[in-house]
């Protein structure tokens, strides 16, 4: 019911600790993988993708690790800042249908 | 450059009534998406545009929703009547539509809307 979407998963981390939230994903045949970032009041925010031939990539601050064998991603965040605190969601895309997984929110203590 | 425009971004107005929402994306983006999102869980995909071509709608539940990209710019969703199990955020996303399935989707802010 209505309840069950408003228990998102909580990670919470103290400021400059590194963060990993965790996603499993559905289709073992999705090709394209990307983490989206939502802080409240805005729209979903890219911020990096992977896709299905790769097991790790890396950005600004963030990396992204790919299991297929498991079906698992993971979103790495190092040196977590108080403006990291948001939801953040996996998804999954498929011949251009962008799938997304239940999201997780990252509360940052100071 | 400016990003994905919605308006309104709130919307309050009682069950059976019409509401339609706004959306224009990034300039030079061909694709062009609507989604749902309830309190939370992620965005659902309704429909999906390529230009002005509905290349995606089945999860648009026609009998009440509709959706249009007249000159594959801006695009329109309407729902008619509403109801109160449409309260959510709906969400504009577009892409530049060159490479189907690694396109990013950039999303806009989204309109709240409350059905009373």
């Known amino acids: 019911g209505e309840s069950v979407g408003l228990h998102l998963p909580t990670l919470s981390v103290q400021e400059g600790d590194n963060s990993i939230i965790n996603c499993a994903y559905s289709?073992?045949?999705?090709?394209?993988f990307i983490w989206y970032k939502q802080e409240s009041g805005k729209g979903p925010q890219f911020i990096i993708d992977i896709r299905s031939n790769m097991d790790k990539r890396q950005g600004q601050r963030v990396t992204v690790l790919l299991n297929k064998t498991v079906k698992h991603l993971s979103l790495q965040i190092a040196a977590t800042q108080p403006g990291d605190s948001a939801v953040y969601f996996c998804?999954?895309?498929?011949?251009?249908?962008?799938?997304f997984g239940s999201g997780t929110r990252l509360q940052v203590q100071p | 450059e400016a990003g994905v425009v919605q308006s309104p971004r709130y919307k309050i107005i009682e069950k059976k009534q019409p509401v339609a929402f706004w959306c224009n994306p990034i300039?030079?983006?061909?694709?062009l998406y609507w989604y749902l999102q309830n309190l939370g869980q992620g965005p659902e995909l309704l429909i999906r545009y390529e230009n002005e071509e509905a290349v995606d709608d089945s999860q648009l539940p026609k009998d009440r929703f509709s959706a249009e990209r007249l000159k594959g710019v801006d695009s329109t969703l309407k729902i008619q009547p509403a109801e109160l199990g449409d309260s959510a955020v709906y969400l504009c996303?577009?892409?530049?539509?060159?490479?189907?399935?690694?396109?990013?989707?950039?999303f806009g802010p989204g309109t709240r809307l409350t059905v009373l």
């Open positions: 300039s030079g983006h061909n694709t």
């Open positions: 996303a577009s892409s530049l539509g060159d490479r189907a399935s690694t396109d990013t989707q950039y």
């Open positions: 289709n073992s045949a999705s090709d394209y």
């Open positions: 998804a999954e895309t498929r011949y251009g249908a962008l799938t």
